[in-house]
């Protein structure tokens, strides 16, 4: 594997040649600060794009050129890492070898297409494409307590977020704000003021001659602090809200405060694995190997964000037993073992050496590596080894647990 | 050793059947981090009704034994965790139920043969006691009312249910939480000595190995156990009648909108396993011609106000039946049957969309060679379905022709049918 990166039009471009794969994937970044609108308005406009263009006016023909060009996949993405907002575009095809000999031009063309030449005229998007956006979206909002995981997730996030890019949620009140005349000034902010990057990985990625689709875009740069650090107050919160659903779902919110660069990206992944990420971890063994209280129970670590979200299905009348022992377990996280620190290093690395088994994987944690201003895998892979048992027990001294959030449910079909 | 040589993407697997009839399979890709290991039982929660191993009469289990077998093979006799011992040499381990197998796999980078013995060892070292059974009932019934909680799932499930009359397909892969309380430690060893006999399982590995050096590592370990005479396999025959179970059914839930389910029983008829792959492959180019990515069908329906935002297909395709199901938010379920039906019976302007989804099959059969997890997919596919592992799949799809695609979806017979409907409402 060779990495050579460069600017094109001041754009920073990296091409990664890697012959094991048989595709080539490319993928542009669109970065900016956050705010909280962009959360439904940058996911309506990743819909639109990809749905259609102004050279493929609907889905179908869109998709009869995927087709055509040997199933070229397109995607496009929106993610909040902390206080910044990333659209994202990808495309993958294979490469020339199981191709004719102008696949990737023609690839490369319909990408600048879907990016740059939205389907779009007189400062809207079609009026067809932007009402299917707006109702798709909108029904995914109104049926989100049908899928009371992603629920929960949202209520608390809410709940900790305190008006920080945390409590950024898809929400009705914003989405019924959204014009197709303000949508269309959304997406020229994006593709005029964000900071533009670009990443390609495959066989000879090097000796490509030209990226047409980097020769009119601008890029800005931005300074802000990735990190959202939100109010820990005193006193937990604990919610509970009714539905009348049949699994009842617990989520326990904690915050961290004061991480170092090494403890928020190495020792809080360690921390995280031996709390509650699989079946070897502290919250399996405890609510549901020893205390049978769910099927799952299991934790996330959001780095930028300061916070660790735990979630779990349950039976109604187990939520105040739960709760208690998800706490019994975060306070017994004071102390670890060797044995614990050891799995839980191997399986971070471990699936840091595996992720290279995925081409997309070359691709778009680059562009993270970057915006965290982070080491390439196989330094991240001798940090980790670095944590020590110490260190995971110091961090658990620097995390509170602050809310709770319990979807009570227990009923049955009628 | 057999190799069998995949053409049009030289790549090759390698097969042995083993003294004690346990077949393996080995597919090396070199510069891949990811090594994968799937052994896996041709039971599945369909076989529920059978002559148990040693016994001469039928007899029926609870629905969900062989979900709940899966789970209790992670047990063993010194109580230790598996999982930690898999984590500890880099792997992941876990295990799938289907309707028809179960498998048991890991992956891992390192320590590969290590890890492969843990597997092997694990599911053939069963340990079920009083104790351990009861403990994991109410996990079982919480993975029950996790899929059971999302309105989607239940639509498929209701479909199944309605659509089949005795065939076991129709219930619920973990069974209900009332069948699961009467499962006990010797139904589960009675159901395990019948159907993990190693020569009603295969062993299926992917990944950067030493092929003889892999195969010899099982063959001793294999050595080191010993089995009874592999038993005769007998399930209960089903007579499962060409009509659906209940023609429509209507319940409450709490759901934003109404959603509505239909499903099209298809019998289809015994054939070999090149003309079934090719009948498989036909019946997913129709219905992607019809109401796929090449259409307008969804994006028309929702701009007509006849769905509110969402409209999915989904064809599921046994040796017996395929069912094909549609559903989504419907707000006008005449219309949007009547306009599925005229779309499953229509066959102008085939031949295009045909050309272009033959193409795709061929790249994506070539894809599907950089990517361990899709390999080890297609080999077990291809196992459990047919006994066998085509070397000609790229030519199949590349020589299949249009008069013959047409000739068997002009012959589907779409009569059969069921249908579900989801209202908003409390529930009880």
Redesign the interface.
Same mark, same amino acid.
């Given at each position: 594997m060779k990495i050579t990166r460069k600017k094109i039009n001041n754009i920073p471009v990296t091409l990664i040649d890697i012959d094991?794969?048989?595709?080539i994937c490319g993928a542009m970044f669109f970065k900016m600060p956050i705010e909280k609108e962009m959360v439904v308005t940058r996911n309506l406009i990743r819909n639109i794009l990809i749905h259609s263009c102004k050279k493929y006016p609907?889905?179908?023909l869109l998709?009869?050129n995927?087709?055509?060009n040997?199933?070229t996949y397109y995607s496009s993405n929106f993610r909040r890492d902390g206080n910044y907002a990333t659209n994202y575009f990808l495309f993958r095809t294979?490469d020339e070898r199981?191709t004719d000999k102008n696949n990737l031009n023609r690839v490369m063309d319909t990408f600048y297409e879907i990016i740059f030449n939205p389907n779009s005229s007189f400062g809207k998007f079609d009026e067809?494409e932007f009402?299917?956006a707006i109702?798709?979206r909108?029904?995914?909002i109104?049926?989100k307590?049908?899928?009371?995981e992603s629920y929960v997730i949202d209520k608390l996030y809410k709940q900790m977020g305190d008006n920080t890019p945390i409590s950024y949620v898809p929400e009705l009140e914003i989405l019924n704000k959204v014009t197709n005349e303000g949508l269309y000034k959304e997406y020229l902010n994006m593709i005029n003021n964000s900071e533009v990057s670009f990443v390609i990985a495959g066989k000879d990625v090097s000796k490509i001659k030209e990226f047409k689709f980097l020769n009119n875009v601008k890029t800005t740069k931005y300074d802000k602090n990735l990190q959202v650090n939100s109010k820990i107050n005193n006193k937990v919160n604990d919610t509970i809200e009714e539905?009348?659903?049949?699994?009842s779902v617990l989520g326990v919110g904690l915050k961290l405060k004061d991480l170092t660069y090494f403890e928020s990206t190495y020792v809080l992944p360690v921390y995280n694995n031996i709390l509650g990420s699989?079946?070897?971890s502290r919250l399996?063994?405890i609510i549901?190997e020893k205390n049978?209280?769910?099927?799952?129970c299991f934790s996330r670590a959001e780095k930028d964000d300061n916070i660790i979200d735990i979630y779990s299905?349950?039976?109604n009348q187990d939520y105040e037993k739960a709760l208690d022992l998800i706490k019994e377990v975060i306070q017994s996280m004071k102390k670890i073992t060797g044995?614990e620190l050891?799995?839980a290093k191997?399986?971070i690395?471990?699936s840091l050496?595996?992720s290279?088994?995925?081409?997309s994987n070359y691709v778009v944690p680059i562009y993270l590596n970057e915006l965290y201003n982070e080491e390439d895998i196989s330094k991240k892979i001798e940090e980790v080894k670095k944590v020590t048992k110490q260190d995971v027990e110091n961090l658990s001294k620097k995390i509170y647990i602050t809310d709770s959030f319990f979807f009570k449910?227990g009923?049955?079909?009628? | 050793m057999r190799s069998i040589k995949l053409k049009g993407v030289n790549k090759t697997i390698y097969e042995e059947k083993l003294d004690n009839g346990l077949t393996v399979f080995i597919c090396k890709m070199?510069?891949?981090?990811?090594k994968l290991a799937f052994f896996e039982t041709k039971y599945g929660s369909v076989n529920n009704e059978f002559i148990p191993i040693n016994k001469k009469e039928f007899k029926k289990y609870p629905l969900g034994i062989a979900h709940f077998l899966e789970h209790k093979l992670f047990e063993s006799a010194d109580n230790s965790?598996v999982?930690?011992q898999f =984590? !500890?040499?880099?792997?992941?381990?876990?295990a799938t139920t289907g309707h028809n197998s179960t498998n048991y796999f890991f992956?891992?980078?390192?320590k590969f043969n290590k890890n492969l013995k843990r597997l092997l060892d694990m599911v053939q070292s069963p340990y079920f006691t009083y104790e351990n059974v009861e403990?994991?009932?109410?996990?079982?019934g919480?993975?029950i009312?996790?899929y =059971? !909680?999302?309105?989607d799932q239940?639509i498929y499930d209701k479909l199944y249910y309605n659509a089949f009359v005795n065939d076991p397909i129709k219930y619920d892969i973990a069974g209900t939480k009332k069948d699961i309380k009467l499962i006990t430690k010797e139904d589960l060893y009675e159901c395990y000595n019948t159907f993990y006999h190693p020569s009603n399982m295969f062993l299926t590995i992917v990944g950067d190995v030493d092929i003889n050096n892999v195969m010899d590592f099982i063959k001793e370990n294999q050595k080191t156990k010993s089995f009874p005479k592999a038993p005769k396999i007998i399930n209960k025959k089903i007579d499962e009648p060409d009509y659906v179970d209940k023609k429509s059914e209507k319940?409450?839930?709490?759901?934003?909108?109404c959603k509505i389910g239909y499903a099209y029983k298809i019998k289809l008829d015994e054939l070999s396993p090149i003309e079934d792959l090719k009948r498989s492959f036909f019946l997913s180019i129709f219905l992607r011609t019809k109401f796929g990515?090449?259409?307008?069908f969804t994006?028309d329906l929702?701009?007509n106000k006849l769905v509110?935002?969402?409209f999915y297909y989904y064809p599921n395709i046994t040796k017996k039946y395929a069912l094909i199901v549609f559903y989504g938010?419907v707000l006008d379920d005449e219309k949007v049957k009547r306009l599925i039906d005229e779309k499953l019976t229509c066959f102008d302007d085939l031949k295009e969309s045909f050309e272009?989804?033959k193409?795709?099959g061929l790249?994506?059969y070539?894809?599907m060679?950089?990517?361990?997890n899709a390999i080890s997919s297609h080999i077990r596919y291809m196992y459990n379905k047919y006994d066998i592992i085509m070397d000609n799949c790229y030519d199949i799809y590349k020589n299949v022709s249009f008069d013959e695609y047409l000739e068997f979806v002009k012959k589907i017979d779409y009569k059969n049918q069921t249908k579900i409907v989801i209202e908003s409402?409390?529930?009880?």
């Open positions: 094991k794969f048989k595709s609907s889905n179908r998709n009869i995927c087709l055509e040997y199933d294979l199981y067809d009402n299917l109702q798709k909108r029904s995914n109104e049926s307590k049908e899928r009371a539905y009348n659903g049949l699994q699989g079946a070897s399996f063994d549901r049978s209280l769910c099927y799952s299905g349950i039976e044995d050891k799995r191997i399986e690395i471990s050496k595996e290279l088994d995925e081409l449910g009923k049955t079909d009628a | 070199k510069g891949f981090e990811k965790n999982f930690e =984590q !500890n040499d880099t792997a992941y381990v876990n992956d891992c980078n390192k403990k994991e009932k109410p996990i079982i919480q993975e009312d996790m =059971q !909680n999302n309105p239940t319940i409450t839930r709490n759901v934003a909108a990515e090449l259409t307008n994006e929702i701009k509110k935002s969402y938010d272009l989804y193409k795709q790249s994506n070539v894809k060679f950089e990517n361990p409402g409390k529930g009880k």
